[in-house]
Structures are given as structure tokens and as C-alpha cells.
């Protein structure tokens, strides 16, 4: 079992639409989680941390299930430019090893 | 926000010869440095930990002899891939950690997409 598990996509979503992804990992001493942004052929960028609570930035909400070991992106209102990979990442204490899941493919067409 | 720049952004080269790849943190010093490869439609995969001043730490499966790293400053670390052949080729994507951040965030190079013919 990977030690972090995506689905890959592609989610096919048009302008406006809402899409979630989930993400899931089996360490449970798993510490941080992330969402990081890959564009085709670039570096990742990191698009937000995920926090116990649950976590909002603009149209993107973060959420984290520590009981279930699952963490959600939520994108509302979904823009052209949202087109890209989204990379769960999870680490454990000390940040020592971030562990990348394999990405989930979003396309927004018009 | 912190910068790290990596060189060269793609290197094609023939096989048998090295490449370096070189990973440098321009505004913070960066004790640990991490090198990845992704190849194509697939995750990246952690390859080393590159401490400063001491040896990598290599992930199991990566052959230390092959892919040499060193990390002789605070902002620097450089990966050579010795004798590449062609699968070799693939994305190789350094990161760091800004040492005076408790975030934890990484900041990642542009990446070096090697092609070994």
C-alpha cells in the first residue's frame, strides 16, 4: 500500500463548478499535511497547509480526519487557471520526509 | 517568499558521461536540502537528504555511487549523476528548507528535465 493515495483524475470540471479531492495516508504518525500545486513540467508549489481544524484560503478549503487518516481540498468557483495537478503531501515530525502522493489532474474547461 | 534556483533547467546528454545539477537557496540558508525525481506521470520520488557539512542520507534503491551529492555550504548542494544512461532521463527537482521558518514548508527548484540519449 502507497503511503499516500490519490486518485488520479482527471477531474473534468467547467468553469464555476465545485470539485473536492481527497487524499489518504497510512502513517499515522503522520504530523503535517500539505497541498502542493504542480503545473504540466514545472516544480511544485505549495498551495496550502492542512490544519486539524480545517482551513480556508479564498475558494480553496483544507480539511483533515486524523480518526479516518484522510485529507480534503475543496476548490469552489473553479477558474481556467485551477488546470494543474494537485499533489497531497504528508510529512512526519521534524518535517525530515515530506511523502508526495501521486496527484490528482484537474482540468476546468470553459 | 524564499527562492531556490536550480541549474541547468534541461540537459541533454550522451550516454555514459555526468551531469551536475546544481541547487542553491538565494535568500536563506538552508541546512537540509532534498533531491527528487519524477518521472513521468508519477509521483515525485524522494532520492536523497543532503545535510550540510556531512554525507547524504540516500532513500532505499538509490544507488549512492551513481547519484553523488554534496552539500559543501548553507545555500548550495549539487547532484551528479555519474555514467547516466537512458533511464536516467527524468525530472529531478531539488527542495529546501528555510532553517529560520518553523512551517516546515519546502521551496522547491524549478526542476532539470535530463534526457540521456
Known amino acids: 500500500r502507497k503511503e499516500v493515495e490519490q486518485d488520479p483524475g482527471p477531474f473534468n470540471v467547467p468553469e464555476g463548478a465545485t470539485v473536492a479531492f481527497n487524499c489518504t495516508y497510512s502513517n499515522s504518525a503522520s504530523q503535517s499535511f500539505f497541498w502542493y500545486r504542480q503545473d504540466c513540467r514545472k516544480e511544485p508549489k505549495l498551495l496550502m497547509s492542512?490544519?486539524?481544524s480545517g482551513n480556508e484560503d479564498g475558494r480553496f478549503t483544507a480539511q483533515l480526519n486524523r480518526a479516518s487518516q484522510y485529507i480534503s481540498l475543496l476548490i469552489r468557483d473553479s477558474k481556467l487557471s485551477d488546470s494543474a495537478t494537485y499533489l497531497c503531501?504528508?510529512?512526519?515530525?521534524?518535517?525530515?520526509?515530506?511523502?508526495f502522493g501521486t496527484g490528482t489532474r484537474l482540468l476546468v474547461s470553459p | 517568499g524564499a527562492v531556490v534556483s536550480q541549474h541547468p533547467s534541461w540537459v541533454i546528454c550522451k550516454s555514459g558521461t555526468s551531469v551536475k545539477i546544481e541547487c542553491r537557496s538565494l535568500?536563506?540558508?538552508?541546512?537540509?536540502m532534498f533531491w527528487y525525481r519524477q518521472f513521468p506521470k508519477q509521483s515525485l520520488m524522494l532520492m536523497a537528504t543532503?545535510?550540510?557539512?556531512?554525507?547524504?542520507?540516500?532513500e532505499q534503491g538509490v544507488e549512492k555511487d551513481k547519484f553523488l551529492i554534496n552539500h559543501a555550504s548553507l545555500t548550495l548542494s549539487t547532484l551528479t549523476v555519474t555514467s547516466a544512461h537512458p533511464e536516467d532521463s527524468s525530472f529531478y527537482i531539488c527542495?529546501?528548507?528555510?532553517?529560520?521558518?518553523?512551517?516546515?514548508?519546502?521551496?522547491f527548484g524549478e526542476g532539470s528535465r535530463l534526457t540521456v540519449l
Open positions: 527542495s529546501a528548507r528555510d532553517r529560520g521558518r518553523v512551517s516546515g514548508e519546502l521551496f
Open positions: 503531501v504528508v510529512t512526519t515530525t521534524g518535517f525530515q520526509k515530506l511523502v
Open positions: 543532503s545535510n550540510e557539512g556531512s554525507k547524504a542520507t540516500y
Open positions: 535568500d536563506f540558508q538552508a541546512t537540509t
Open positions: 492542512v490544519y486539524s
